[in-house]
């Protein structure tokens, strides 16, 4: 069974109040959280290959959000920050504002796992109700319990 994205989740990965409206500030301000993640082996690494991947064509999936992602020798297991902003951010390359950004590295040698847990992201975010309640979380513990409400609704629960 692949991990859930209620198990990659830490309330100090996540920040509810994005200062920044650019994309690549907003981006930044977001991928810090995982400056000091036990599995980021080099963080500055991971980062530029988040920004030449943001760069190659947008991360947005519509409907308010993005998934700024790198696939890298970068982390050591798959990691992940989510950042919001209730402004919202600006992606110039997709002409879209983004409210719900979840900033993902992944190992290469995983391609796997990262493409189940992008499908169940996808899945998670799909119906506008289930958006608004990750849009509403007061905290980033809130935020954790509607994923995992979330995720066995719609995946079933865990096992």
């Given at each position: 069974?692949a991990v859930r994205l209620s ?60 998934l700024p992602h790198a696939r ?53 975010i799909k119906e506008a109700p ?30």
């Amino acid at each position: 069974m692949a991990v859930r994205l209620s198990q990659l989740l830490s309330p100090d990965r996540i920040l509810l109040n994005l200062q920044n409206s650019k994309r690549t500030n907003a981006i930044n301000e977001v991928a810090r959280l995982l400056e000091n993640h036990p599995d980021v082996a080099n963080f500055q690494g991971f980062y530029h290959e988040l920004l030449a991947r943001e760069r190659l064509d947008t991360t947005c999936l519509g409907n308010e959000i993005a998934l700024p992602h790198a696939r890298t020798e970068n982390v050591k297991k798959i990691v992940i920050a989510v950042g919001r902003s209730d402004a919202g951010v600006h992606f110039e390359n997709s002409n879209q504002n983004v409210r719900l950004m979840f900033v993902l590295g992944t190992p290469k040698s995983n391609p796997g796992d990262y493409l189940m847990l992008v499908g169940s992201l996808c899945r998670l975010i799909k119906e506008a109700p289930q958006r608004e309640a990750l849009f509403a979380a007061p905290t980033p513990d809130a935020f954790i319990a509607t994923v995992r409400e979330l995720e066995n609704k719609i995946l079933g629960p865990e096992k």
